[in-house]
C-alpha cells in the first residue's frame, strides 16, 4: 500500500517516507533517470552497486522503441529487469510522456531547455520562433499528441498514456500533460493549462477503472501554467483538488524565477501528499526546491554528466580527463562510501579509463555520481531535522554559484 508521511518540518522544507509496495523511499530524494528502463551503460551488476532508492523510466521511449508488450509478458518493468537484491525491489516511477510533447515539440522550436532564460527582447523571442533549425514534430490537439519520430508517426492521448504505464508496471505513474516553454505566450500557455487539466481528468478517469491496478500503482497529476502567478496559483488550485496520490510540478522555468514559480506552483497543493518536481536536478536548484517543499526530484544530471567525464565531489566537480589528473593518486574523494573510491580506484586510472577503455570509465563515473547525489539527499534529510539546511546549502556554494 501506499503512504506518505511528513517526519520533519523546517520552515516550508520538510523529510519524510513514502511507503510503496516495493519499499520506502525516504525525501526528499532524486529518482536516477533510467530512460529505456535501464540506467545507460549499467549492467546488473553495476546497478546493485549504484543501488539507486528510485529510478524513473521513459515511457515515450520504451513505446517507440517497441518494448511495452515484451515487458508487459515479462510481468512489468520490475520482473523485466531482474534488478532485485537481496534487500528486494526498489521502487520505480515512469513518466507520462508529456514531456516529449515539449522537448521535441516547442522545446526544439524555441530552442530552449527545462531551464531557460526567458528574459528576451521580443526580436529576439521572434527570431528564434522562426528561425529555429528544428521543426516542431508534435502536434498537440484535445484528443493528444501525435509525434513524428524517427520518420514514423505515434499517438499518445492520456488514455493510451496510462495504460502503457499500467503495463509497464511502475509504482509511481504521472497523468499525461503538456509542457510548455517558457517563451509562450500568456494565451497559448493557458490554452495548455485547461487542455492539461481536462487530460488530468481522462487520466484519473482510466486509472480508476483499472481496479486490479489501483492499489498497487500510484498516479500523480501535474501542475503547469508556465511562469504565470495567476496560472500556476489556478493549475496547483485544480489539480490539488482531485483525488491524486501526489502531485508533480511540471513546465519549462525561466532561469531566475525558480523559487517564485515554485511558490505558485505548491500553493493549492494539499500539505499531506508528496510534491516531485519534474526534470530538475541541478543542485543549486535542489535546495531551492527543497526549501520550497519538495520531495522528489528526477534529473538526467548525475548520469549524463559521468558519461561526459564530469565527476562530483563536495569540494567541486572533476573533469576527469583533464592532464592535470594524469598522475593524482587521490581517490575521486576523501572518505566516499561509493563502490568506486571504497575499491580504491584513484583519479589518474579513472583518467586512464575514459582514454582507454572509455565504457569502463563511463560506468565507474556513473556508480560514482549516483552515489554522491544519494549521499547529498541524506545530508539534506539530516539538515532538515537538524534546522541547519542554510548550513549545508553553504558547503555546497561551489556549486551553487
Known amino acids: 500500500m501506499f503512504e506518505f508521511k511528513i517526519k520533519n518540518t523546517y520552515k516550508k522544507a520538510r523529510t519524510g517516507f513514502l511507503n510503496t509496495p ?9 529518482a536516477i533517470v533510467a530512460t529505456h528502463g535501464k540506467i545507460k551503460l549499467l549492467n546488473k551488476t553495476d ?3 549504484a543501488n539507486p532508492d528510485l529510478t524513473i523510466s521513459n515511457t515515450f521511449h520504451l513505446f517507440v522503441n517497441d ?18 537484491s537481496s534487500k528486494g525491489e526498489k521502487p520505480i516511477m515512469t513518466d507520462s510522456g508529456g514531456f516529449q510533447v515539449f522537448s521535441l515539440g516547442w522545446g526544439r522550436t524555441h530552442g530552449i531547455g527545462k531551464i531557460g532564460n526567458h528574459a528576451r527582447s521580443a526580436s529576439e523571442t521572434l527570431f528564434q520562433k522562426t528561425s529555429s533549425p528544428f521543426k516542431n514534430s ?8 501525435v509525434f513524428n519520430f524517427n520518420n514514423k508517426e505515434y499517438k499518445l492521448t492520456p488514455e493510451t498514456s496510462i495504460k502503457i504505464q499500467q503495463d509497464l508496471g511502475a509504482d509511481i505513474i504521472f497523468a499525461f500533460d503538456e509542457c510548455t516553454s517558457p517563451l509562450h505566450s ?7 493549462m485547461e ?10 478517469n482510466v486509472f480508476s477503472r483499472k481496479s486490479l491496478v489501483v492499489g498497487r500503482q500510484s498516479l500523480f497529476g501535474i501542475v503547469q501554467g508556465g511562469i504565470f502567478e495567476d496560472l500556476r496559483k489556478k493549475s496547483s488550485k485544480f489539480i490539488g483538488s482531485l483525488p491524486f496520490d501526489g502531485f508533480g510540478i511540471g513546465g519549462s522555468f525561466g532561469e531566475k524565477q525558480m523559487e517564485d514559480v515554485l511558490g505558485w506552483a505548491l500553493s493549492g497543493l494539499p500539505e499531506e501528499k508528496p510534491r516531485h518536481l519534474l ?5 543549486k536548484d535542489i535546495f531551492i526546491a527543497v526549501k520550497q517543499g519538495i520531495d522528489l526530484f528526477d534529473c538526467v544530471v548525475p548520469t549524463r554528466e559521468a558519461r561526459h567525464g564530469v565527476l562530483y565531489a563536495k569540494n567541486g566537480k572533476l573533469a576527469i580527463e583533464k592532464g592535470v589528473f594524469s598522475n593524482d593518486g587521490k581517490l575521486i574523494e576523501k572518505n566516499c562510501g561509493c563502490f568506486v573510491c571504497r575499491n580504491g580506484i584513484t583519479r589518474r586510472e579513472l583518467r586512464e579509463d575514459f582514454k582507454n577503455k572509455k565504457i569502463i570509465g563511463q560506468k565507474l563515473a556513473t556508480i560514482h555520481n549516483i552515489y554522491f547525489f544519494k549521499n547529498l539527499f541524506r545530508e539534506i534529510r539530516e539538515a532538515i531535522a537538524d534546522k541547519r539546511l542554510e548550513k549545508l546549502e553553504k558547503e555546497y556554494y561551489t556549486y551553487i554559484n
Open 138 to 145: 508534435v502536434q498537440i490537439s484535445e484528443n493528444g499528441a
Open 195 to 204: 487542455r492539461t487539466h481536462r487530460w488530468a481528468i481522462r487520466s484519473l
Open 22 to 30: 516495493r519499499g520506502k523511499i525516504k525525501t526528499p530524494n532524486l
Open 67 to 84: 518494448k511495452i508488450k515484451e515487458i508487459k509478458k515479462a510481468g512489468g518493468l520490475h520482473k523485466w529487469l531482474a534488478l532485485s
Open 186 to 192: 500568456y494565451s497559448y500557455t493557458k490554452k495548455a
Open 279 to 283: 526534470g530538475i536536478g541541478k543542485i
Open 47 to 49: 546497478h546493485l552497486r
